[in-house]
């Protein structure tokens, strides 16, 4: 039994229509991720999922159960905002203990679990301080901590990172991917438009794009056959070189697509002539941005330092079975030619 | 070198502009605020009238407490400090300050919730909430003194019509009901200004804490005792504050809707009357400067306690 499934799930605010014929069904324990550019309408799907939106058509099912009609604080849900939403006036073991409160527990049986949540994030010596005096980091484990003491069946994560910093991201990052191993049967959804937080936690990835599914996936399956041209371009960083015009039309499609760690630069043959327009160096991995003569401006990532200059003229090379190609609607032509990528994806 | 002084010459520079923008500022408060303060106090110590301003003599504390000897052995105290009249003024003023701050607080509170909430045409009902407050407070007065006719008002008819009352009532001339009828009126004007403080007050709390409160199942009683309460409460004393101030000061509401009765007479109405009407300048100074002193004193003795409230709660 699937531990959350939607339904042909649509959701209109007015007459806007941001959500079409949502159909997917998460398994117990997943971690997954709704991924996309702002406005796809992912947060509006992890709030349906809440109870905080009103769904328009569909069906949602919580561990069989459907539950459009149930409120939020029956679903058996847990949410971390992106802006904490603690409680300002009350301390950190209140604002983990004030839910609790309101489902009756005993007191020694809130205690017990405020004080093992507290545990698990370390944040134990900060239990009698308010909010204001905790860091954005610290604030962040209690509202997790504060999810986790409700001991829910599925925890959501609407872009619980992006008001951290880039260093105490990347280890929040870590430890939520540590506390999924930890709850284990607790099924995560989350929340963000960072496609390396998508890749690094999520068992499986669902990308949206203007309130559409375009592929749900792991994480290497959306990187190796995406399923759409959006999805190409989406998933991976730098994102993926695009190449229109002759070139392709003569291949018989509408695109051509190359990652810029498929292509190896030279100065002295290659499939595309160009100069070089700019170079990034960021010591272990090197970008060049090259001016191609005929298929326009191409990126391409090159491991360590290297002594490429702007206005040097290059050669950039696809590697074997490195290009995906895409027709008008954006959907892939075969897997990738040729090489070792390409027998996994191909027909 | 140019610290050798322990100021240097940059922090010079700004001192003399902070005191040359400054300036204007003081002399203003000193020409229209202080001035006149300290004219009045000092009259109060003299036995200044009306067309004698300028021979006051000085004499002493005789405007608050004098004991008249009447050289049989018997004597009496006389003064502001043992007149009846003032001291039922100030009792006035006080019922009419914490009665009619009590129901403004309670009935704005109860409108800023309402209107804090998203419902069609809510933008209307805040601007139209808000002309009681806008009109004028004698033209107000006067509209209601109109209604509360004992003769013509509309107030008697419609209540005549419903059978609640069985001969008309005079409302703002009857001792009975004139301290009513003035509540009412205050009430009804001033709520709307309460409303608005508290507004601004909750539209300070941010929403997504109540959206966690709905994950987590509060219910409205609870929400609001715990969670709204506990984050608007700052901004509703400082809004009680303000209004207890005005309400302490009351003065054009009475003196339109109730002139000359003892039941409503204030404070400021006390004041006015012995400087003006009787003749009695130095007497209504003392009773202005007790006024002031009274207004002070209670004022601060509220931000005291509630600010120990406050701190209290940030720990």
Not at chain 1, 34 to 44: E, Q
Not at chain 1, 213 to 218: A, D, L, S, W, Y
Not at chain 1, 316 to 323: D, F, L, N, Q
Not at chain 2, 189 to 206: C, E, H, S
Request: contains cysteine; hydrophobic residues 45%.
């Amino acid at each position: 039994m699937a531990s959350v499934e939607l339904r042909s799930v649509e959701k209109s605010f007015g007459s806007v229509e941001v959500l079409h014929d949502i159909n997917l069904s998460l398994e117990k324990g997943e971690f997954i991720v709704f991924v996309g550019p702002s406005g796809c309408g992912k947060s509006t799907l992890l709030r349906l999922i809440a109870g905080l939106e009103d769904i328009t058509g569909g069906e949602l099912f919580i561990d069989g159960t459907c539950v459009n009609s149930v409120l939020p604080a029956k679903r058996g849900i847990s949410m971390v905002f992106q802006s904490y939403a603690l409680y300002p006036h009350m301390n950190v073991y209140d604002n983990m203990a004030f839910g609790l409160e309101q489902a009756r527990l005993s007191k020694h049986e809130i205690d017990r679990r405020v004080r093992e949540a507290a545990g698990m994030l370390q944040i134990e010596q900060y239990l009698d301080r308010k909010p204001k005096q905790l860091s954005g980091g610290q604030r962040q484990r209690v509202a997790i901590g504060r999810a986790i003491t409700r001991q829910p069946k599925v925890f959501l994560f609407d872009e619980p990172l992006s008001n951290l910093d880039a260093a105490l991201r990347v280890d929040t990052r870590i430890e939520i991917a540590r506390l999924h191993k930890r709850l284990t049967g607790t099924t995560m959804v989350y929340v963000t438009h960072d496609q390396v937080e998508a890749m690094t936690l999520a068992d499986r990835i669902v990308v949206l794009n203007a309130g559409r599914i375009e592929q749900v996936g792991t994480p290497l399956e959306l990187y190796e056959q995406p399923a759409s041209r959006f999805v190409a371009g989406f998933i991976g960083s730098p994102r993926m070189n695009f190449i229109e015009g002759a070139e392709p039309a003569a291949a018989g499609v509408h695109a051509l697509g190359v990652r810029p760690e498929h292509l190896d630069v030279s100065r002295t043959e290659g499939r595309w002539k160009g100069t070089v327009a700019l170079v990034e160096k960021l010591g272990s991995d090197t970008f060049i941005h090259v001016t191609t003569d005929t298929s326009g401006m191409i990126n391409a990532r090159a491991v360590g330092n290297h002594g490429f200059q702007a206005g040097d003229t290059v050669f950039v090379t696809p590697r074997e079975g490195s290009i995906h190609r895409f027709n008008e609607d954006g959907k892939p032509v075969g897997g990738p030619v040729g090489g070792p990528v390409a027998e996994e994806g191909s027909e | 070198m140019a610290s050798n002084a322990g100021i240097s010459t940059l922090s010079r520079q700004r001192i003399v502009s902070a005191w040359l923008f400054l300036t204007p500022m003081l002399l203003v408060l000193a020409s229209v605020a202080a001035y006149p303060l300290i004219r009045t106090i000092y009259f109060g110590f003299t036995d200044a009238s009306i067309d004698l301003i300028a021979e006051a003599q000085w004499v002493g504390f005789r405007n608050y407490l004098e004991y008249l000897d009447y050289g049989d052995g018997e004597g009496e105290y006389f003064g502001l400090l043992v007149d009846a009249d003032w001291w039922r003024a100030v009792w006035n003023t006080l019922r009419f300050t914490i009665i009619s701050v009590f129901f403004e607080t309670l009935f704005g509170l109860v409108i800023a919730l309402v209107l804090n909430r998203e419902f069609r045409g809510r933008s209307l009902v805040r601007a139209a909430v808000l002309i009681p407050w806008a009109i004028p407070t004698i033209v107000s007065a006067k509209m209601w003194a109109w209604m509360m006719h004992d003769q013509f008002g509309i107030l008697n008819d419609i209540l005549l019509r419903l059978h609640i009352i069985a001969e008309p009532v005079a409302w703002t001339a009857s001792p009975d009901t004139a301290m009513l009828a003035v509540l009412i009126v205050d009430i009804w004007k001033t709520t709307p200004f309460m409303a608005l403080l508290i507004l601004a007050g909750l539209q300070m709390v941010p929403g997504d804490i109540y959206e966690a409160a709905r994950l987590d199942g509060v219910g409205p009683v609870r929400l609001f005792r715990r969670v709204t309460w506990p984050l608007i409460m700052p901004a509703v004393l400082v809004a009680i504050v303000f209004r207890a101030l005005d309400a302490l000061r009351v003065f054009d509401i009475i003196y339109v809707l109730t002139p000359n009765n003892e039941r409503t007479r204030t404070m400021s109405v006390f004041a006015r009357e012995n400087l003006f009407d009787f003749d009695k300048f130095a007497y209504g100074s003392a009773a202005s400067t007790l006024l002031f002193l009274i207004i002070a004193l209670l004022t601060i003795s509220f931000i005291w306690a509630t600010r120990m409230n406050v701190e209290a709660d940030e720990r």
